[in-house]
Nanobody, 115 residues
Framework: QVQLVESGGGLVQPGGSLRLSCTAS????????MHWYRQGPGKQRELIAN???????YYDDSVKGRFTVSRDDVKNTMYLQMNNLKPEDTAVYYC?????????WGRGTQVTVSS
């Protein structure tokens, strides 16, 4: 009933752009701090961005200036606009929040940056 579903991943050339979506069911995204994580090949899962309930955002230095997180309250969807993509951005991207003391994850969407 309560779930997060990511979409929008794919193959893109270096310097290109993608927009990821995280659509929520059974939870109102605007009431929670939402997170974007990613996990690259052979790497730990890392936090790359937050959006707080008041709309203030946070970015890890690795994506700051290139990625933008936003939220559409009508669609109950969080977005991650990714510009100037680099090969090191290749990863599975996940959205996440803490809901009722549990860590709620989507299943992830694959982003591959390659020429």
């Amino acid at each position: 009933q309560v779930q997060l579903v990511e979409s929008g991943g794919g193959l893109v050339q270096p310097g290109g752009s993608l927009r990821l979506s995280c659509t929520a069911s059974g939870i109102m995204l605007s009431s929670y701090t939402m997170h974007w994580y990613r996990q690259g090949p052979g790497k730990q899962r890392e936090l790359i961005a937050n959006i707080f309930s008041d709309g203030v955002s946070y970015y890890d230095d690795s994506v700051k200036g290139r990625f933008t997180v936003s939220r559409d309250d009508v669609k109950n969807t969080m977005y991650l606009q990714m510009n100037n993509l680099k090969p090191e951005d290749t990863a599975v991207y996940y959205c996440n929040t803490v809901y009722m003391s549990q860590n709620l994850w989507g299943r992830g969407t694959q982003v591959t940056v390659s020429s």
